[in-house]
């Protein structure tokens, strides 16, 4: 059983990256998937959330209107698409995920969620 998130990289500010979050060995679809992160010094912060369906996403505010989570299921994959960059953006982004459903006052605690891949980092700097 693995998760794996990737596609992190260095980015001037204003510029776009997407995180892909990649099951394997079981099946994303049967779990919430979630976006951390962290920043040097700095505690976990939740980022983005979504339900099994897709139906359902969450966003910590400092990125709402900037960052798209979204599923593919029948690719087992989660993404998060991530525009505008600002420097305050970068930290190292974990997925992970949560066996049960995502409501607003919850789905930002890290101790709800169970597998948590490695990270990958974000640095946006010019």
């Known amino acids: 059983v693995q998760l794996q998130a990737s596609g992190g990289g260095l980015v001037q500010p204003g510029g776009s990256l997407r995180l892909s979050c990649v099951a394997s060995g079981f099946s994303l679809d049967d779990y919430t998937i979630g976006w951390f992160r962290q920043a040097p010094g700095k505690e976990r912060e939740g980022v983005s959330s979504?339900?099994?369906?897709?139906?359902?996403?969450f966003y910590t505010v400092s990125v709402k209107g900037r960052f798209t989570i979204s599923r593919d299921n029948t690719e087992n994959t989660v993404y998060l698409q991530m525009n505008s960059l600002k420097p305050e953006d970068t930290a190292v982004y974990y997925c992970?995920?949560?066996?049960?459903?995502?409501?607003?006052?919850?789905?930002?605690?890290?101790?709800?969620?169970?597998?948590w891949g490695q990270g990958t980092q974000v640095t946006v700097s010019s």
């Open positions: 992970a995920t949560y066996n049960g459903s995502p409501i607003l006052s919850t789905w930002n605690l890290g101790y709800l969620y169970d597998y």
């Open positions: 979504i339900s099994r369906s897709g139906g359902r996403k």
